[in-house]
């Protein structure tokens, strides 16, 4: 099993641009999920998914769009980036839907510059 | 006030020292977890507890749930436990993660 995969490792985007950050899990994980780790803040949920068609908002989801339209697949798309969504993305995958239930799989993360 | 807080968030300690690191947290919760992030960026799960102690090879994690505190602790720390250990607290409708504690192990 690869278990949670994210592309790409890391990605430079100007101000305006828009892309889109790939995860897949072959774990056939109910939860999937978004992360965003900035300096001196614990890890902040952008989005989040409990099953193929269902998808929620997090902490901070303006600025970002999310599908689930597969069980293994959860892509998060920057609209318009912004200087502020530079960061450290990390998607996460759960066998239980009640994320708490069971542990968090992380994909490598992706570091994201807009300049 | 962070829903969930850590101490210290530095630690530096030399080979084979016991290392304790602390989580507080002021949710009530239904189970916690702790992580820790390798020096290249990547995130694993170490423990899932929902009350007493559990134990992996050096590492031991414990929960106070009346106290709402958790600890994990290293014995005979080595160089490659270097890393951010992350507390992260789960309730039915949300995950919290503390800003975590930074390890480094010296010879």
């Known amino acids: 099993n690869a278990g949670v995969t994210q592309t790409p490792k890391f990605q430079v985007l100007k101000t305006g641009q828009s892309m889109t950050l790939q995860c897949a899990q072959d774990?056939?994980?109910?939860?999937m999920s978004w992360y965003r780790q900035d300096p001196g803040m614990g890890l902040r949920l952008i989005h989040y998914?409990?099953?193929?068609?269902?998808?929620d908002q997090g902490e901070v989801p303006n600025g970002y769009n999310v599908s689930r339209s597969t069980t293994e697949d959860f892509p998060l798309r920057l609209l318009s980036a912004a200087p502020s969504q530079t960061s450290v993305y990390f998607c996460?995958?759960?066998?239980?839907?009640?994320?708490?239930?069971?542990?968090?799989?992380f994909g490598n993360g992706t570091r994201l510059t807009v300049t | 006030k962070n829903e969930v807080e850590q101490s210290p968030q530095n630690l530096t300690a030399q080979e084979g020292e016991f290392i304790t690191i602390n989580c507080s947290y002021s949710?009530?919760?239904?189970?916690l977890h702790w992580l820790q992030q390798h020096p290249g960026g990547g995130i694993v799960s170490l423990f899932m507890?929902?009350?007493g102690k559990k134990k992996h090879g050096r590492l031991i994690a414990t929960i106070n749930i009346q106290e709402k505190h958790s600890s994990l602790h290293i014995t005979a720390s080595h160089p490659r436990d270097s890393a951010v250990y992350i507390c992260?607290?789960?309730?039915?409708?949300?995950?919290?993660f503390g800003t975590g504690t930074r390890l480094q192990v010296t010879l």
């Open positions: 996460a995958s759960s066998y239980s839907a009640q994320a708490y239930n069971s542990p968090l799989h």
């Open positions: 774990m056939n994980h109910e939860y």
């Open positions: 998914s409990v099953g193929a068609g269902i998808t």
């Open positions: 949710v009530g919760i239904s189970a």
């Open positions: 507890l929902s009350s």
């Open positions: 992260e607290a789960g309730t039915a409708s949300k995950l919290t």
